[in-house]
């Protein structure tokens, strides 16, 4: 069982991802106690300077950037460091040198620290979580992946635009790999309590399941082609995944994490699924008994996620003989 400690959470990673978690974090009152790391120190210190000529207007508490030491005593190592994809380069190619990336981080982390949940945001996220329990050596439920806890927020919010409603009425999931297999579970929807398809038969509404599936899958590559990158919507769903693991709350969210026991043939690969998330980490996934096809889908994900994790740890590997 983890020790109860303050609400100490180090960032790795100052880029525009891992600064807006660390100001998310500030403002949502999560921590007091937030820790920027960075191998560019002087965009770190940046950053810490910035939000710390700030906090006159806010609360006191402390923001710093460290080191790796400075893990010792934290409740969340968040891992948000590594290299964005370059023009030319392929997913595999980038998957095989943030692997090299978040070994080491793991690595280092566990020097001073095995008392913490590790929170995996950086791309990509499935196949880096799994590295990370690997490196870390820490149990499956310590180590958890952002997943599709973004992909499901754009789910609800694109359904509640269609069907004018309030989001927070709005349960649905997107469960599996964070990327081109995930899969929408529509048997699981409801809205304000009643099904999706009785929902659409009391208020004459018509659905058009794939074109929505399609904007939730494609989202985040539209706003990169508006702006570049994506780091609000992914600093919001990491600081619920924050609050859930230092308030106990358990909360059901869809996080990544290994599959050490099978689950509905499903194992050994890092995946997105409804989990209970505690302080102690993730303490139990949730069946929801969906469709038979959608089982299919989310074990063609996980076997497609476990064939690239496959070949992005090939490196590891090939440099420890």
């Known amino acids: 069982m983890r020790t109860k400690a303050k609400d100490k959470i180090v960032v790795i990673g100052s880029g525009n991802v891992g600064v807006t978690i660390a100001y998310t974090l500030m403002l949502k009152r999560l921590s007091s106690d937030i820790v920027l790391i960075d191998v560019d120190e002087g965009r770190a210190e940046g ?35 590594g290299i964005a994809r370059k023009p030319g380069q392929t997913r595999l190619e980038l998957a095989q040198t943030n692997v090299k990336i978040m070994y080491d981080i793991a690595k280092q982390i566990t020097q001073y620290n095995k008392d913490m949940i590790i929170l995996v945001v950086s791309n990509p996220v499935d ?73 659409c038969k009391d208020f004459n509404k018509v659905l058009d399941r794939q074109a929505i599936f399609e904007k939730t899958r494609d989202a985040g590559a539209e706003v990169i082609s508006l702006k570049g990158a994506t780091f609000y919507g992914v600093s919001m769903s990491v600081a619920r995944v924050v609050a859930s693991i230092l308030e106990d709350e358990h909360t059901v969210l869809p996080v990544s994490h290994v599959l050490d026991e099978d689950y509905h043939g499903i194992s050994d690969v890092a995946i997105s699924l409804p989990c209970i998330v505690t302080y102690e980490g993730v303490k139990q996934v949730i069946d929801l008994h969906i469709t038979p096809e959608e089982m299919e889908e989310l074990r063609h994900s996980a076997k497609t996620m476990k064939s690239f994790l496959d070949k992005s740890i090939e490196i590891l590997e090939e440099e420890a003989k």
């Not at 939000?51 to 948000?80: P, W």
């Open 127 to 199: 196949v880096l979580t799994y590295v990370a329990r690997k490196a870390s050596g820490l149990p499956a439920a310590q180590v958890i992946g952002s997943g599709t806890m973004l992909d499901t927020s754009r789910f609800r919010y694109l359904l509640s635009k269609h069907f004018d409603t309030d989001i927070r009425d709005i349960n649905a999931y997107i469960l599996g790999e964070h990327g081109d297999t995930q899969v929408p579970i529509w048997s699981s929807i409801t809205i304000a309590g009643e099904r999706i398809d009785e929902y």
């Open 47 to 81: 950053n810490v300077l910035d939000m710390n000529h700030g906090i006159a207007f806010f609360r006191q508490l402390s923001i710093k950037r460290g080191t790796y030491e400075d893990c010792k005593d934290a409740s969340i190592v968040i891992v948000t460091a």
